[in-house]
């Protein structure tokens, strides 16, 4: 096999794992990858508004309005309008969210965290160094894209409506 195409059987392992975990995250709590990491910034900076929540996870404001409007909708968070100045909107979890949070697993990147961790400071580089090429040479380097391993659903289903 040329060494192209071994790197994008690997490039195909990454997603097919991802992919694989995705969908398990999903079966077992309910949630999607961003769903869960925006919960888990509403659970550890009370009151904190979309904004500030869309700058901490790198994801668009509205990426994460969107994804706010489900997890609202769903009853898992609440918005509530400052009373000291009503354009800021304050989110909290519910008392369902907060379950929903203790109850979900840790999100793939969390075991990739640890093991990244292990590793010594120039590997760390080098994979780094390694994955931006990959993205610059997939025309990927300015996608908007959280720290979370996950397959968008959303992404998905709106490709299959658009295939069917």
């Not at 508004?49 to 509205?62: F, H, R």
């Amino acid at each position: 096999m040329e060494k192209y195409e071994e790197l994008l059987v690997s490039i195909r392992k990454v997603i097919r794992a991802i992919d694989l975990h995705s969908k398990q995250l999903n079966k077992s709590s309910g949630l999607t990858g961003p769903q869960l990491l925006i919960m888990q910034e509403i659970a550890r900076v009370k009151g904190v508004t979309a904004s500030q929540v869309a700058k901490q996870i790198n994801l668009s404001a509205a990426t994460v309005t969107n994804i706010l409007d489900r997890l609202e909708n769903r009853g898992l968070i609440q918005r509530v309008r400052s009373s000291e100045d009503k354009r800021r909107v304050g989110l909290f979890l519910s008392e369902d969210g907060k379950t929903a949070l203790i109850d979900a697993p840790q999100p793939l990147q969390e075991h990739f965290i640890q093991k990244f961790c292990q590793l010594e400071e120039w590997e760390q580089s080098l994979l780094l160094s390694s994955m931006q090429r990959i993205a610059s040479m997939m025309d990927a380097s300015e996608i908007d894209a959280a720290p979370v391993l996950e397959i968008d659903p959303m992404h998905l289903s709106s490709q299959k409506q658009e295939a069917e």
